[in-house]
C-alpha cells in the first residue's frame, strides 16, 4: 500500500520524526524495488540505507509540482542502484571481485533473503527485457514491476508523459508472445 507525505519534505534532515515516519511509509517500497535489481542480501540492505540518506541530503530539493514523492524516493533509489552497478563493474574490472561487505545480523539477513526470493521472478523477467533500449527498459521496469503511473514514471525518468507512453507503446510492440508473456501480460494489466 502506497502512503503519500505532504509537499515538504525540508524537515527531513532536521526532525527525526518526520524522518522515521517517511522511513516507515517508504522503506518497503524501496525495498522492493532494490531487491528487483539485485541478488546480493547485504548489498540490497547497503543500497535501501544509501536510497534514504540520499533522500536526507535532498530532501530540501523535492518540488511537487514535478511529481509525487514516491516517484521522486523511485527516482533517487533508481539513481542510487545504477550508481552501485557502475562502481561495480569499475571495480570488478580493477580487483576481479568486490569483497568487503558490512555483516548482517541473522534477523535482518534472513528478512533480506525472504524478499530477495519474493523478487525472483522480477529478477528473471529483467532477462528477458534486455534487448530492450535503455529508454524504454525503464518505463517497462517502473510500470510493469513498480506499479508506477505513466504520470509518475514520467517524473522519476524527467520526461514528459506524452514521452513516457510513446516509450511503453514502442516496448509493447516489440514483444511477442513467445518472448516475455509474464511481462507482456503485466504491461497489459497496468496500462
Known sequence: MRREQPGDLSTLGTDPEAFETFYRAHVREIERFVARRVGDPHVAADLTADVFVEVLAQAGQ????RGSVLAWTYGIARHTVIDHQRRAIRDLRLVGRVSGRALLDADSLARVEERLDAERAARE?????????????????????????????????????????VRLHRARRKLTPGTAPVLAQLLEVTA
Open 125 to 165: 523477467l529483467y532477462a528477458a527485457m534486455a534487448r530492450m533500449p535503455d529508454a524504454e527498459r525503464a518505463v517497462v521496469e517502473l510500470i510493469a514491476l513498480d506499479g508506477l503511473t505513466l504520470a509518475d514514471v514520467a517524473a522519476v525518468l524527467n520526461i514528459k508523459p506524452v514521452t513516457a507512453r
Open 62 to 65: 523535492y518540488r511537487p509540482e
